[in-house]
């Protein structure tokens, strides 16, 4: 027994020329055989016109669960349906198909019967409706046909000579197939719109590369790594991608130091710009993306952004820019980033009193006269770069940090899993207290945990509850550890 899907390409893709949708489509098929076979080998994706197939074995509901998640997780997907296949018979074989699927939900309710059909057949999808409609009406116990505003609706597919009865659809992601645009390099600070755009860039089909421009704070630095982290493994883990850190402290001193304050915003944005443009030709990428919406904060109005996009030559993408906070919120709350954004470490190191919305070119020039470039040239010579999958495991360490396979006596375990990792994986630890505390909120609510508990930190890897325990002991914590029992 399997498990069968059909998986319904994104509209935009289906209106291509036949070259583009055959390159596009192919490119679906190869990221999602990477993707499901990380789960089983077992699990076979076959390509359609203008739909692909996917069927994997049932036994295990994990699993099941898995390969839904990634069907509606991976760009290029419109939708995806869960059907039952049986072979073509008659129509008192397809009704009794039917009932079998539908009996029970049909009870007291409205109904209307949808078919699609390809192939040569001696009848047609009218038929099929009209004769399944009589016989759930009066086999089931429905309350009616309605063929507008139906509470429920009965979907099946012909094809050829194979019946598909359709579970239940679910939506999927939309866009463009990952790797089918070009690469970009995403300008990321961990807040709501440096995240949402960069749910976009990857969304669009653009393999998305993270540049975090690091202006002090290691604790914003972590925050950023994960939620980094995070974009990629849940929507882009097809392929690989760069994450790159600039320490930035230097140029944030010279700013301070050299530039009116007025100014101050602007020409950090300018340098921010030219380092990414640096970095986006050594990686050979074709365009930066950035959270900036008009007017929403004073160095995002028109004039200055005029300003800031007059030093580099690179293409700088802005998916977010009339797009309203609010709907930039909900959207990072869809994605699962609201709460990253909400509770990331900031780490301001330039803050203009009365900034200017309307910055002239002469006055920027005068201000960066004075700059000493080689800061910013040094800056980005010191950048550190990791592949993606390991940018938490490669931050190096700080301060030492216990590790323990068997919890200590009277600790508590303190399980920093993501709330969705936490729901489909719950940690048992014996006897032990368990006490889920996430790691985006982890830095602001262990100051109010109980001093004299010894607290044990908990994830999957062993590396977020590591990096976690560091900061916090570098904040004085002495009651903290990590508990990693493999």
Partial sequence: MRHYYIIKLFPEITVKSKPVRNRMTAQLVRNLRQLLASLSPDIN??????????????ADVALITEVERILAETPGVANFSRVLRYPLGDFDDILEKAKSLWSERLRGKTFVVR?????????????????????????????????????????LEIRDETLYLIEKTEQGLGGFPLGSQD?????????????????????????????????????????????????????????????????????????????????????????????????????????????????????????NLAAIDQVAETLVLRPLITTDKTEIIDTARRIGTEEFAANMPEYCGVI????????????????????????????????????????????????????FKVPQPDSVILDIRHPDDVERRPLNAGSVK???????????????????????????????????????????ADNVAVYRPF
């Fill in 115 to 155: 078919v699609k059909r390809s192939g040569k057949h001696q009848f047609g999808s009218t038929d099929v409706e009209q004769y399944l409609g009589g016989g759930l009406l009066h086999q089931t116990g429905a309350a009616g046909v309605q063929m507008k505003g139906a509470d429920i609706t009965v979907n």
């Fill in 434 to 476: 368990v006490e889920p505390l996430p790691f985006y909120k982890l830095q602001s609510g262990f100051g109010k945990l109980d001093g004299k508990i010894p607290y044990l930190l908990y994830c999957d890897k062993g590396v977020m509850s590591r990096l976690h325990a560091e900061l916090l002991k570098e904040q004085g």
């Fill in 183 to 303: 690469s970009v390099l995403s300008l990321v600070s961990g807040g709501f719109d440096s995240t949402v755009a960069s749910f976009h860039a990857i969304r669009r089909g653009l393999r998305t590369h993270f540049l975090f421009f690091n202006l002090g704070g290691r604790a914003h630095e972590v925050g950023v790594r994960e939620v980094s982290h995070y974009l990629w493994e849940r929507f882009g883990r097809s392929h690989k991608a760069r994450f790159i850190a600039v320490p930035f402290e230097e140029v944030v001193a010279e700013i301070l130091a050299n530039v009116d304050n007025s100014y101050m915003g602007v020409v950090l944005k300018r340098m921010m710009l030219r380092a990414a443009e640096r970095v986006a030709e050594a990686l050979d990428v074709e365009a930066l993306v950035t959270g900036e919406s008009v007017a929403q904060v004073s160095s995002q109005t028109l004039a």
């Fill in 45 to 58: 994706v076959d390509k359609g016109w203008d739909k692909l197939d996917v069927s994997c074995p049932s």
């Fill in 352 to 403: 203009s009193v009365k900034p200017t919305t309307r910055a002239r070119l002469d006055r920027l020039a005068e201000a960066e006269a004075s700059f000493d470039v080689a800061k910013l040239e040094q800056a980005v010579a010191n950048r550190t770069e990791q592949c993606i999958s390991r940018v938490l495991e490669d931050m190096p360490a700080k301060v030492d940090v216990d590790i």
